[in-house]
């Protein structure tokens, strides 16, 4: 049963993370954002470090570029959601037999190696260490915050693996690296504590799309395997009825959302050029095809339908139809193309070529061309704006 009553949704996650607090005990086992923080001198006294961290932590909490106050427990201790360390993949015709077609995954890729991680997995770690073409990286995903976002997790020449704090800034995931037990802000992919304060971590494009999507563009793909190391119920939702639009955030305490938009509303953001921008859901149904320059990138953002909410019913695969967005360079061998919905296809207007929602030239002259993605973000617009207030909110022209 569908639940929306923000009540319910909260009591379900708090019991989640009750549960998983008592359950695991320590480690579990059998484009981004430009963030205003900067580094502080020392701890006052009105700024002592998180509760119960040091006990935890041989994190230098001396050094920190937020109030520490901002620092909330969500329930579970230290890595009591547990990452993923040494994920294995099986074939998109082995994963078809549990995902659902219009399931939630997210898409990474460094040159022709390919994966996708479904979020029934994802959801219940939260952080998945992994290695892609060549490239060591971190792929993440903050469910009260709806934020799936990967890193290259090499910093100063130290390759890092970040485990799970078990504490949330404005309602946002805090990740630690292993090697100094810095504290990373997700969201922002800045490092909030520790010895790589004000350092960040280098952004790489992930797209949240269905399944069908996936397996359809990418049939020689790699997919996260469910088998672990954990003994965790995928496919389940455990944030049952949280994305309603008409909840308010889960553990947020933070700055007031600004702006006409609900805090729980879906967008899509582009941070470029020192201009950020965010794309409502509600409007890009409607829209379908954006074109926009932000930070003076000329950027497309394309939507479909065919992708469910992983955080509305009790089952990922059976969650409304929220549909998905990713947003590409509309720069192509240094000429600039306009984009525009025509019956239901993509087209460009310098070329009549035909695209699809991944950006790939179907028909026309141009295909077999790809599009280069862009970093963006999906976010509940309250994370958003908690780091970017100075964002610009998309209006259609009919809307100014």
């Known amino acids: 049963m569908r639940r929306s009553s923000s009540v319910v949704a909260a009591l379900t996650l708090l019991a989640f993370l009750a549960g998983a607090c008592g359950a695991l005990g320590g480690d579990g086992r059998s484009g981004g954002a430009r963030s205003a923080d900067r ?9 002592e470090p998180p509760e119960g961290a040091e006990a935890e932590f041989a994190t230098d909490f001396s050094r920190h570029s937020v109030p520490c106050s901002q620092v909330l427990s969500g329930g579970p201790p ?4 547990p990452a993923i360390d040494d994920p294995r993949f099986v074939s998109v015709e082995d994963a078809d037999s549990w995902l659902e077609p219009k399931e939630p995954i997210i898409l990474f890729q460094i040159g022709d190696d390919i994966r996708a991680y479904p979020i029934q997995i ?17 792929v993440t995903f903050c469910p009260l915050c709806n934020t799936a976002i990967a890193f290259e997790r090499t910093v100063e020449s130290k390759e890092l693996t ?29 490092a909030i504590a520790g010895e790589f304060t004000g350092k960040k971590l280098d952004f790489r494009p992930a ?6 999507d996936f397996k359809s563009a990418h049939p020689n793909g790699k997919v996260l395997s469910r088998e672990t190391g954990f003994s965790r119920a995928y496919g389940q939702n455990p944030y049952a009825g949280y994305d309603d639009v008409d909840n308010s955030p889960f553990l947020y305490e933070g700055p007031k959302t600004q702006g006409t938009l609900p805090p729980m509303a879906r967008v899509i953001t582009v941070d470029s050029g020192g201009e950020a921008v965010a794309y409502p859901y509600d409007v890009l149904r409607r829209e379908q095809v954006v074109n926009e320059t932000v930070g003076g990138e000329p950027v497309v953002v394309l939507w479909k339908p065919g992708t469910t909410s992983a955080l509305d019913d009790d089952a990922v695969a059976a969650g409304r139809d929220v549909g998905s967005a990713s947003v590409f360079s509309r720069t192509l061998d240094g000429a600039s193309l306009t984009f525009r919905s025509e019956g239901g296809r993509i087209v460009d207007e310098q070329t009549d070529s035909e695209w699809n929602a991944l950006g790939r ?32 909110v998309y209006e259609p022209q009919s809307a100014r």
Do not use: C
């Open 78 to 81: 230290k890595d009591g959601i």
């Open 122 to 138: 994802v959801m219940w770690h939260e952080i998945v260490n992994d290695t892609v073409g060549g490239v060591p990286v971190v």
């Open 39 to 47: 580094p502080s001198a020392a701890l006052g006294p009105e700024d």
């Open 361 to 392: 030239a179907l028909e026309g002259e141009l295909t077999g061309e790809q599009l280069e993605r862009v970093v963006s973000i999906d976010h509940f617009w309250f994370s958003w704006a908690a780091f970017r207030p100075d964002t610009r």
């Open 207 to 212: 797209s949240t799309i269905s399944w069908d």
């Open 162 to 190: 970040f485990g799970t704090t078990g504490r949330l800034r404005f309602s946002n995931l805090i990740m630690y690296d292993r090697q100094t037990e810095s504290w990373w802000q997700q969201a922002t992919g800045e």
